[in-house]
C-alpha cells in the first residue's frame, strides 16, 4: 500500500541545482519522518538527509552540510530535497524512505529512485 516516488533528476553541470521531490501515499504522512538516501555502484545505500514529520528538526550528512536542504509539505505528502553547487561526487540513484536515521520497518521495499548525473 506503501508508494515513494521519487522526481526530479536528470544531468546538471558541477556548481548547477537540482530539486528532487518523493511523492508518497498509502500512509500518514504527516505523523512519519522522512529522509533521502543515495547509492553508487559497489557501495551501501547512504544517509543524505531526514526531516522529522512536523519538521522540527533535520539531519544532515557532512558531505552535504550547507549544499542540500531537505524539506517537506504536509498537505502534498511530499518530501523535497533541493541540491545547490552540486559536485560529481553527488552522482548517484537517489531514494527516498520512511524514517529519520534509519528506515523504519513495516513499509515498503526500496522503489526504483531517481538519477542524478553531475558532469561536465
Known amino acids: 500500500q506503501v508508494q515513494l516516488v521519487e522526481s526530479g533528476g536528470g544531468l546538471v553541470q558541477p556548481g548547477g541545482s537540482l530539486r528532487l521531490a518523493c511523492a508518497a501515499s498509502g500512509f500518514a504522512f504527516g505523523s512519519y519522518p522522512m529522509s533521502w538516501y543515495r547509492q553508487t555502484p559497489g557501495k551501501e545505500r547512504e544517509l543524505v538527509a531526514g526531516?522529522?514529520?512536523?519538521?522540527?528538526?533535520?539531519n544532515y550528512q557532512d558531505y552535504v552540510m550547507g549544499r542540500f536542504t531537505i524539506s517537506r509539505d504536509n498537505g502534498k505528502n511530499t518530501v523535497y530535497l533541493q541540491m545547490n553547487s552540486l559536485k560529481p561526487k553527488d552522482t548517484a540513484v537517489y531514494f527516498c524512505?520512511?524514517?529519520?536515521?534509519?528506515?523504519?520497518?513495516?513499509?515498503?521495499?526500496w522503489g526504483p529512485g531517481n538519477q542524478v548525473t553531475v558532469s561536465s
Open positions: 524512505s520512511v524514517g529519520y536515521c534509519r528506515p523504519l520497518e513495516g513499509f515498503a521495499p
Open positions: 526531516v522529522l514529520s512536523g519538521s522540527e528538526g533535520r
